[in-house]
């Protein structure tokens, strides 16, 4: 983590109001007892990679449905790439795209349209893992 009062979350997508959906849903303050969120937002899959080689990155939120690279395929290169990966949330097409979620070795995964109470219930307990982990 970068400090104690900020989790730097990458936010992927191409489209910008899948990215506002997103930063809406979970604030600059999603819970009290989390950091400060600070977005790093991305369009392209090239700027994706080099902002993770540049380090700093907690968390990685991917727009499943981005082009012309989705969001399951970085995440899986992510995971194959880059050790120590920080943890990935997809948004999907829909539920039932869940499984493909898994296969990209995504921690969770939430459908458009995005609803902003289950994207936040996602953020809050992949970030919890985060932060335990990082102790």
Do not use: C, N
């Not at 080099?50 to 399951?72: H, S, T």
Request: aromatic share 6%; glycine share 6%.
């Amino acid at each position: 983590m970068t400090d104690d009062h900020t989790l730097r979350v990458l936010l992927y997508s191409d489209d910008r109001e899948v990215r506002t959906a997103v930063k809406s849903a979970i604030g600059e303050r999603p819970h009290p007892d989390l950091p400060r969120v600070e977005f790093v937002e991305v369009a392209t899959e090239p700027v994706v990679f080099q902002r993770l080689d540049e380090g700093g990155i907690d968390i990685v939120i991917l727009d499943g449905e981005a082009v012309p690279a989705g969001g399951m395929g970085i995440a899986r290169q992510m995971k194959d790439e880059i050790f120590h990966a920080p943890p990935v949330i997809v948004v999907t097409a829909r539920d039932e795209d869940a499984w493909l979620a898994t296969w990209s070795r995504a921690e969770a995964a939430v459908p458009h349209p995005i609803d902003p109470f289950r994207l936040a219930e996602s953020f809050l307990e992949v970030a919890r893992t985060r932060l335990a982990t990082k102790r």
